[in-house]
């Protein structure tokens, strides 16, 4: 059963994090110009909260506030689900479902930051894993080609 260590051994562990003093308008610059929806706030090498687009709208631009005055503390989200290396990719995907997150940091025992997860890295897995499987049959029904 795949788990969310093979994800990462693919991907790599590089995690974009923001203060939570930067502003709203620092933040969604910096988003903009690496083309990610959410970085994590880290206090140390613990999470404090996670600012996504979905804060964005809600917490700023449906609320009226400054993004130039708007710090990113005031309305990142704070309550992080996470999930550890050995979860596996069915209950990871399951948690993102229910909690209607797109976004899963992945943490050690010590709840230190390994790395993170999206909807997008769970996808591409799934699709390269059904590609090798598509292929394999091929071979053994066709033989090699």
């Known amino acids: 059963m795949a788990t969310v260590r093979d994800i990462l051994a693919k991907k790599g562990r590089q995690v974009w994090s923001i203060g939570g003093e930067a502003t709203v308008l620092e933040a969604a610059r910096f988003m903009t110009e690496r083309k990610i929806g959410a970085l994590l706030v880290l206090d140390g090498e613990h999470i ?3 600012f996504s687009e979905r804060d964005i709208l809600q917490r700023v631009v449906a609320e009226g506030r400054d993004p130039a005055h708007t ?5 990142m989200t704070v309550e992080v689900a996470c999930c550890t290396p050995d979860t596996s990719l069915e209950e990871a995907r ?3 479902k229910n909690r209607r997150i797109r976004h899963l940091p992945v943490v050690d025992g010590d709840e230190r930051l390994l790395g993170l997860i999206s909807i997008g890295d769970l996808n591409a897995f799934q699709v390269a894993d059904q590609e090798q499987t598509i292929f394999l049959l ?3 029904l066709y033989g090699r080609v």
């Open 48 to 50: 404090a909260g996670m």
């Open 71 to 75: 710090t990113v503390r005031d309305v």
């Open 94 to 96: 399951g948690a993102m």
């Open 138 to 140: 091929n071979e053994y």
